[in-house]
């Protein structure tokens, strides 16, 4: 009976030892008393970061659009200066997406109807037409929403907008006229709040507030718009 034991025994450590890998440095383990089995636990590699990381930020990759937009002077002279209250904007833009950051680079073409104003007085009259344009280099940088809200990004917008004035201002006495004609034009900052909400993979619909001066006298020029951006279609994770 004792050398069937013997036997069994030996059977069960030469199974363990085939069985089992060997042991890996454990902390702690050389406390454990002799004889002692250890199991190690095979944990899957971590799942790779999707897009391209920066930081502790993952990225899509960027893509590239154009936006159409209706703008309208949100009071200041510039609501002066142009004509009916709602003009075009057209431009261009790049989009990096992150998990929940969204930054938009983008060029934003303006061009409003033509304005007049005019004041008489017995004997004399004026006349001045005007009509204002501008482009614009500037950034959006927005947050995505989660849960309901995904399709919502919101945040602030700064831009770099060349104003241009061409005036005519014309002056009749009596049955005289002097007319007198001039383009003007000034680089001025600008600085905003901006909107998006996702329409469909390519489409959103678009709503900013842009901050600004322009003139001489460094005049208000803050301007409304409400427009939809299309861009190509977003790539996969790679």
């Known amino acids: 009976m004792g050398a069937l034991q013997n036997t069994s025994a030996m059977l069960v450590a030469i199974c363990a030892a085939v069985a089992l890998p060997a042991r890996a440095a454990v902390p702690g383990a050389g406390d454990a008393e002799p004889g002692a089995i250890f199991v190690d636990v095979v944990r ?3 799942d790779p970061p999707a897009g391209e990381a920066v930081g502790l930020i993952a990225w899509y990759p960027p893509r590239l659009g154009v936006q159409a937009a209706l703008a309208s002077p949100a009071g200041g002279d510039l609501t002066l200066t142009t004509g009916f209250p709602i003009s075009g904007n057209l431009g261009i833009h790049g ?3 992150g998990e929940q ?11 409003y109807w033509v304005g007049t104003q005019v004041a008489s007085q017995p004997g004399l009259s004026q006349r001045i037409r005007t009509e204002v344009s501008d482009w614009s280099l500037g950034f959006d940088a927005m947050v995505r929403g989660t849960g309901f809200l995904r399709r919502l990004a919101v945040g602030g917008n700064l831009a770099l907008v060349r104003w241009t004035v061409a005036s005519r201002n014309s002056v009749t006495a009596g049955n005289a006229t002097a007319v007198v004609t001039g383009t003007s034009s000034w680089w001025r900052a600008a600085a905003g709040a901006s909107a998006t909400w996702q329409l469909s993979p390519t489409l959103d619909l678009e709503g900013r507030l842009l901050l600004s001066r322009y003139g001489q006298q460094d005049l208000k020029a803050n301007v409304i718009t409400l427009g939809v951006l299309w861009r190509t279609a977003l790539e996969p994770h790679p």
């Open 44 to 46: 899957p590699p971590p």
């Open 95 to 97: 989009e990096w997406m």
């Open 101 to 111: 950051l969204l930054l938009r680079p983008r060029l934003d073409l303006g061009r």
